[in-house]
């Protein structure tokens, strides 16, 4: 028996907005702690706003790899939990569809998001990581000048960031 398309979608897309909404929770945990270890030395050499929001679009490109599998895996077992309570799995169960149709629809959704994270994992985060490194030698070298131009101190004191 084929897999009715109503059927299909409406699994999809509950899996989907649960997903979704594991993916968001799961980025803003990863942001939270990455721009918690790297504002402090940012701050500490004179990052302005426009610098902050860059800071957070390349964190954003290097935590999404890691965050579209795990807001997936949330997405499959919220929906999953949703519909087997509703007692929904059994009813499709009932009618004659097996497991496998009925699980076609979040396979297919896998396969498509595993691509999409080996995309992101192989060309997104290498450049948004070396995006930050050398957005964060620019901050650096930025605050030094300033430093030094404010008459603190002779340029051999300022202390620069050490960019790996």
């Known amino acids: 028996m084929l897999l009715p398309r109503t059927l299909a979608r409406s699994i999809a897309a509950e899996v989907l907005i649960f997903a979704g909404l594991g993916f968001l929770a799961f980025i803003v945990i990863l942001l939270i702690q990455n721009l918690a270890q790297r504002l402090e030395e940012l701050v500490a050499v004179g990052m302005t706003f426009r610098d902050a929001s860059a800071v957070v679009i390349h964190l954003v490109g290097m935590v999404s790899p890691y965050a579209v599998p795990v807001g997936f895996s949330f997405g499959v077992l919220a929906a999953v939990g949703r519909l087997s309570a509703d007692s929904e799995v059994t009813a499709m169960r009932s009618c004659g569809l097996g497991l496998g149709a009925i699980f076609g629809p979040v396979i297919a959704i896998a396969v498509a998001l595993a691509l999409l994270t080996a995309l992101l994992m192989i060309r997104v985060e290498p450049a948004a990581r070396k995006d930050l490194r050398a957005m964060r030698a620019n901050v ?8 030094a131009d404010a008459g603190h101190g002779p340029p051999e004191t300022v202390v620069v960031l050490g960019v790996p």
């Not at 650096?140 to 430093?147: E, F, K, N, P, W």
């Open 140 to 147: 650096a070298s930025r605050g030094a000048v300033s430093v």
